[in-house]
């Protein structure tokens, strides 16, 4: 689910401007996976832009406590929202800890950085949201650890029919900024694209595996 609408198009609008999403259909972009994917999403660009970072940390502090209330932990997902997990739990005055995606093979082996106890709630703090196996593998994690995960907020969804279903599974609430949806409907508002490219977007969404 989106925070508000009007944080939806602001957080787009910013994104756009300063080109942390690129639309592109002429020539679509090549993701890790092998997708052609009309969009790509570098949402670390933000933290580079400080009046669009700092939008970004109030409206995620302010979506954490609106939507799951004060959690004892905010926990960031590595290595994308480190940094954005950390500015909220600054805001918010809480203990900061991030999940790597795999344990380290040297040291303690630790999976979590940081100071995490059983019994802790926690809010999850992602960057971008595309199936969603890897940040729900964080939530997995902090739950493995004794912690009560109150649920997870991000920037940016591509809102993936695959990653409702996979949040549903895992009973775990998620509330984003922004998302795919606003993000085409402020570019075509701000004439980053035309009508003519809504068609091939949608078909996009609908089957990204396929498209292209």
């Not at 402020?186 to 078909?203: D, V």
Request: hydrophobic share 40%; charged share 25%.
């Amino acid at each position: 689910m989106l925070y508000t609408k009007e944080t939806a198009f602001k957080v787009a609008e910013q994104l756009l401007q300063i080109k942390a999403i690129k639309l592109s259909v002429a020539k679509p972009f090549t993701w890790a996976s092998g997708w052609k994917s009309p969009i790509y999403c570098d949402n670390r660009l933000s933290l580079s832009f400080p009046k669009v970072r700092n939008y970004i940390r109030k409206e995620m502090a302010s979506a954490v406590i609106d939507k799951f209330g004060q959690p004892d932990v905010i926990a960031g997902v590595a290595t994308g929202a480190i940094a954005w997990g950390a500015l909220v739990a600054q805001d918010l005055g809480l203990p900061f800890v991030y999940v790597r995606s795999s344990a380290k093979e040297h040291g303690l082996a630790n999976l979590i950085e940081g100071y995490i106890e059983s019994g802790l709630s926690v809010v999850v703090v992602e960057d971008l949201i595309s199936t969603g196996m890897s940040s729900l593998k964080a939530v997995s994690a902090l739950r493995d650890a004794g912690c009560k995960v109150n649920g997870m907020v991000s920037i940016f969804t591509y809102g993936f029919e695959e990653a409702e279903k996979n949040f549903k599974n895992e009973k775990c609430k998620l509330v984003s900024l922004s998302d795919y949806d606003s993000l085409v409907k402020q570019a075509l508002e701000s004439e980053y694209i035309t009508e003519k490219n809504l068609e091939p977007l949608a078909k996009w969404r609908k089957d990204p595996a396929k498209w292209g």
